[in-house]
């Protein structure tokens, strides 16, 4: 069974609660507390969740659990509703200083275009690094990853929307893609889906459309094709009638004055006003 698995079978279910996301994170500055016989630092692992009850009235919790080494059970320390929660900053766009940027542009886009290009993208890249503050202070954290910070943010987001009406915390500094919408983690995979079918049936059609100009030229060759044999038919036949009038008065066989000639005449001639 996976960590977040264990954490949420022994620590909420038996609340009558159910976790909705969870976030592995260390410190970023040390708590001035007094000394404990627990362990120092790096004894133990820490677990900021988010849970909510099952039963009405509904409350969510942010909870800070933290797992001892050599120890396969959990142990909650503190915890606040979400209603204290007064703001959550990403850091994602706070690395560095705009002070720093414009000093970087100013010095570098002249000369290095693409090292500048470079660096503005590093600045803007996520990291694992969050605040959450609450009504008594503030907790500055490192999540194990930035996927596993931006996962937590967002859907702490998303529980804020759906479970406050009023004084709903702020969220800053945070990257488009954690705040919903068309960008949000949680649609990414389902809006490459529907592009790669969009995409996929844009081409079938176009494919449809070409195989369907192939027909129509084909059955306009055909239709040219037999029009051409049935016109070198009749100028076929319209050469041998002619080659046998002028055998026969040639050969003084007929008379060009006679009935059969005369059918003749006028057959070649039809065929002749046929294929103008």
Known sequence: MSGKLALNKEVFIPNDERMLAAAQVKRRTKKKIPFLATGGQGDYTTFICLSVTNKKPIQVNITKVKQFQGLSSFVRRSQWSII??????????TRVSTYILLRIVSTVSVRYPLLMFSLVIN????????DLTFENGTDQWTA????????FIQILNHTCQRYMSEGKPHFINCHPKVMGGGNSLLHNAADSVSSAVQKASQALNERGEKLG??????GEMMNSAQHFADTAHKVK???????????????????SRSPSNEVMRITVETHKEENR
């Not at 204290?84 to 766009?93: T, Y």
């Not at 100009?213 to 084909?218: A, C, D, Q, S």
């Open 123 to 130: 600045t803007m890249q996520d990291c694992p690094e969050f």
């Open 237 to 255: 036949q319209i050469h041998i009638f002619e080659l046998i009038l002028k055998s026969q008065r040639s050969d003084g066989m007929i008379d």
């Open 84 to 93: 204290q929660l007064r703001e959550v900053n990403a850091v994602d766009s």
């Open 144 to 151: 194990s990853s930035a996927g596993e910070k931006s996962m």
């Open 213 to 218: 100009r192939v027909e129509e030229k084909t």
